[in-house]
């Protein structure tokens, strides 16, 4: 869940889910930018012979095949610093886990990449939740998880991917989850 926010009152809870506008992007943003502006600026000094540059002089390079070397890494660079820029700005896998007792109805909302599946809307009535399940998995590539077991439906993971919650942090959000609807936790 990683939820930024979580609104409970006795009949709805709501958990906010942190999408892609977090620091970790952000901050391979600007280096990527950075990075990809400087190594473009240095291919293009080494073929004018002029200095863009403001921390060395790269017009005394051979535009081939250093100069051209760096313009495409400076070229890539800047491709994966407007990727992450639009990622951002999109807010992909920002939403939120909304369980309404009120309607009896439960509403996991994502934003996706931009098309016909921008908004991403799963909704089951209440009463076909079976369970709420914890995945642990711990080593190189840890999973900490949690997941809604609805009956006929494959587990719906309610988990912002990325960064594993803490153990605590699982242990918390799925006892509140699972009190709150009145379902076993599973997997603790």
Do not use: C
């Not at 081939?64 to 400076?74: H, I």
């Not at 998995?137 to 991917?161: C, H, M, W």
């Amino acid at each position: 869940m990683t939820a930024s926010t979580t609104r409970q009152d006795s009949l709805i809870l709501r958990q906010e889910i942190l999408g892609s506008r977090r620091f970790s992007n952000y901050f391979w943003a600007v280096i990527a930018a950075m990075g990809g502006a400087g190594f473009f600026l240095a291919g293009i000094s080494s073929y004018f012979q002029k200095n863009f540059l403001l921390v060395s002089d790269t017009s005394q390079l051979i535009f081939f095949p250093q100069g051209v070397a760096l313009l495409f890494y400076g070229f890539l660079g800047i491709l994966i610093a407007l990727y992450l820029g639009s990622v951002i700005l999109l807010d992909v896998g920002g939403g939120y886990n909304e369980f309404n007792k009120e309607t009896g109805k439960m509403m996991i909302f994502r934003w996706g990449f931009p098309g016909e599946n921008r908004r991403i809307e799963i909704e089951h009535p209440l009463n076909d939740i079976q369970s709420v399940r914890a995945e642990i998995r711990e080593g190189f590539n840890p999973k900490r998880s949690l997941y809604l077991r609805v009956k006929k439906q494959r587990d719906i993971p309610l988990t912002r991917a990325g960064n594993p919650l803490t153990l605590s942090e699982l242990e918390n959000q799925g006892a509140e989850l699972a009190r709150f609807l009145q379902v076993p936790l599973e997997g603790l």
